[in-house]
């Protein structure tokens, strides 16, 4: 299965770009003079939110429009409408994820991304116990739809999220005790989360390894990658910033193996420039430095 590079296309539309996006087709021909092999498809508003695609006609003329560029898609981070996989009734839940469901399978689209929502440490009102076991009950049912359709649910943790501890991802891997739900490793995030121990509530866990001992903790359960250096910092006290390549302290030679060695076989590499002021600008450089990548690690 040959490596394919990818760039999620919330890079366009948040942040900076919130107020002025970029469009999805003009994304997509950008990214398809770029000689990307696909993109991962940002599921809210003005790109690829289901309500704006609502019939089988108007779906199939937005994947026509994607694979028309040469391009695949690589997942979708779907937009699930606030909904608290902890607080909210599971049935309100598992109704927005039977749609965010429906469009991956009629786009053809074989991940789907979710998130704990709330803000670290747990959220409020619920102790760790009880914030574990929801989440958890959710998310082992929604894989399972997940599964009947072919489509795999990945978890992205990040310092903005509950659950943001190596030992708690690990946790939360056990309680949802689910072949369907693995982790999508964000080097960024992964490098916040074990070096810097970003918004963790005390005591502070860090990893000697850093992001690649992390990689390694958890050998078969990395489910999709996205690659984006780290400077150290949040994006407003909130979440990674995610630098571009060169901008961080990340060292590729060493993470990319390791990421490997931990069972990732799928073929998508995908970048992720979220909320980087420039992302339109840094897109091809960020390009050639996976580019390389893939030529000495990918397949």
């Known amino acids: 299965m040959k490596t394919k590079i990818a760039i999620g296309t919330w890079a366009y539309i948040f942040g900076p770009y919130f107020k002025k996006p970029i469009s999805l087709p003009d994304t997509v021909k950008?990214?398809?003079?770029?000689?990307?092999?696909?993109?991962?498809?940002?599921?809210?508003?003005?790109?690829?939110?289901?309500?704006?695609?609502?019939?089988?006609?108007?779906?199939?003329?937005?994947?026509d429009m994607i694979a028309s560029a040469g391009l695949g898609i690589a997942g979708l981070a779907g937009d699930f409408e606030g909904q608290n996989p902890a607080t909210s009734k599971?049935?309100?839940?598992?109704?927005?994820?039977?749609?965010?469901?429906?469009?991956?399978?009629?786009?053809?689209?074989?991940?789907?991304?979710?998130?704990?929502?709330?803000?670290?440490?747990?959220?409020?009102?619920?102790?760790?116990?009880?914030a574990l076991k929801a989440v958890s009950r959710t998310w082992r049912c929604c894989a399972g739809m997940a599964q009947r359709e072919g489509v795999l649910m990945t978890w992205e943790f990040e310092p903005g999220f509950a659950f943001n501890k190596p030992s708690d991802i690990m946790k939360m891997l056990d309680a949802v005790d689910h072949p369907n739900f693995k982790v999508m490793f964000d080097t960024c995030h992964a490098h916040m989360c074990s070096v810097v121990a970003a918004r963790q509530a005390p005591p502070p866990e860090?990893?000697?390894?850093?992001?690649?001992e992390f990689a390694r903790m958890l050998k078969g359960k990395i489910g999709h990658v996205h690659l984006i250096d780290s400077d150290n910092t949040l994006h407003g006290n909130e979440t990674s910033t995610h630098a571009p390549f060169g901008d961080g302290?990340?060292?590729?030679?060493?993470?990319?193996?390791?990421?490997?060695?931990?069972?990732?076989?799928?073929?998508?590499?995908?970048?992720?420039?979220?909320?980087?002021?420039?992302?339109?600008?840094?897109?091809?450089?960020?390009?050639?430095?996976?580019?390389?990548?893939?030529?000495?690690?990918?397949?």
Do not use: N
């Open 30 to 63: 950008r990214l398809a003079e770029l000689k990307f092999d696909g993109l991962e498809l940002c599921g809210f508003r003005p790109h690829g939110h289901p309500d704006d695609y609502p019939t089988p006609d108007s779906r199939k003329k937005l994947k």
């Open 90 to 130: 599971r049935g309100a839940y598992e109704k927005v994820f039977r749609k965010q469901l429906k469009f991956c399978t009629d786009l053809g689209i074989k991940k789907i991304r979710v998130d704990t929502v709330s803000p670290p440490p747990l959220p409020a009102g619920m102790d760790y116990a009880a």
């Open 206 to 212: 860090r990893l000697r390894g850093g992001a690649v």
């Open 249 to 299: 302290v990340l060292d590729f030679d060493e993470l990319m193996p390791a990421i490997l060695e931990a069972g990732y076989t799928d073929e998508w590499w995908v970048i992720d420039l979220c909320f980087w002021g420039r992302a339109w600008e840094v897109t091809a450089r960020c390009q050639k430095f996976v580019e390389k990548l893939r030529k000495r690690y990918g397949k």
